[in-house]
C-alpha cells in the first residue's frame, strides 16, 4: 500500500551533554492509500522519535522469582493532577535501555548496571513490540534471562553519571501477577514481559505433567 509525504520537519530536538541526539519530534504531511483503493487526504502526523530500546525480566527457575527496578519517571509523575502527585512517579518495571547495540549486549549491560547481576547465560527473546504506535516509532525488544539462582542483586544501583538512582526488587512471581492485577505494576512492557513468563511456565508444566503413559 502507498504512502505519500508531501513534506517532514525536525521543529524539536533534545541533546545529550556530549551534543547526541537524543530524542526528536518530527512532524510530516502525510497521504496514504486507504483499504478502499483510494489515497486519504493529506494529514499533519507527528512522530517522536527517540530510537529502539531493550528490557530484559531476570527469573530465577530454583525461587521462581523475578528481578524488578524501581526509580523515578517524571512522565508518571506529570501525568497526574498536581493536588495528587505526592508520592507519585515511582514505578516498578523490568531493566531497560535505549538500544545503542546489538540487542543482547544492551541487555546483559543494563543488567549489571540495573541490578548488579553478571548474566553469564543467553537472552530468549520474547518479542519486540511498539511502545505507543499513534505517537512514536519507538520498539522494545524483549528479552527472557532465566538464571538458576539471584547472585549478586544490589539494594541501590544505576549509573552516577547518567543521574540514575534506582532500587532493584525481588519478587515472588506469583506476587508480581497479582502486582499486575491489582495495579501496582503499570509499566506495558513489564505487563507483557510477565505474562509471557507466564505463558512459558504454564506451558512447560503442561508438558511434564501430559508425559506418555508406560
Keep these: 500500500m502507498r504512502v505519500e509525504i508531501s513534506s517532514r520537519s525536525t521543529p524539536y530536538e533534545f541533546h545529550s551533554p556530549h551534543g547526541r541526539v537524543l530524542f526528536c519530534m518530527e512532524e510530516a504531511l502525510v497521504s496514504h492509500e486507504r483499504f ?5 487526504p493529506a494529514v499533519k ?6 530510537g529502539d530500546s531493550v528490557a530484559v525480566l531476570l527469573y530465577a527457575d530454583n525461587t521462581d522469582e ?8 517524571y512522565p ?4 497526574y493532577h498536581e493536588s495528587e502527585r505526592d508520592g507519585k512517579g515511582w514505578i516498578l518495571e523490568t531493566v531497560a535501555g535505549i538500544k545503542d547495540a546489538r540487542g543482547p549486549d544492551v541487555g546483559r549491560r543494563e543488567l549489571l548496571e ?6 553469564r547465560g543467553e537472552l530468549e527473546h520474547l518479542t519486540t513490540v511498539y511502545v505507543s504506535p499513534g505517537g512514536t516509532s519507538e520498539r522494545t525488544e524483549l ?3 532465566r538464571v538458576s539462582k539471584l547472585e549478586g542483586i544490589r539494594r541501590h544501583a544505576g549509573l552516577e553519571a547518567e543521574s540514575e538512582d534506582i532500587r532493584p526488587h525481588i519478587i515472588a512471581f506469583g506476587e ?4 499486575v492485577a491489582d495495579g501496582r505494576i503499570v509499566d506495558s512492557k513489564t505487563v ?3 505474562y509471557m513468563l507466564k505463558e512459558r511456565l504454564d506451558g512447560r508444566r503442561e508438558a511434564s505433567q501430559s508425559s506418555p503413559s508406560q
Excluded: W
Excluded at 478502499?36 to 486519504?40: A, L, N, Q, T
Excluded at 502526523?45 to 527517540?50: D, E, P, Q, T, W
Excluded at 508518571?76 to 501525568?79: C, E, L, P, T
Excluded at 540495573?114 to 548474566?119: F, I, N, Q, R, S
Design 66 to 73: 523475578v528481578v524488578l527496578v524501581e526509580q523515578f519517571r
Design 36 to 40: 478502499d483503493g483510494r489515497m486519504s
Design 176 to 179: 508480581a501477577l497479582r502486582m
Design 45 to 50: 502526523r507527528v512522530n517522536f522519535s527517540r
Design 192 to 194: 507483557i514481559a510477565l
Design 143 to 145: 528479552y527472557l534471562a
Design 114 to 119: 540495573e541490578t548488579g547481576y553478571a548474566l
Design 76 to 79: 508518571v509523575y506529570a501525568g
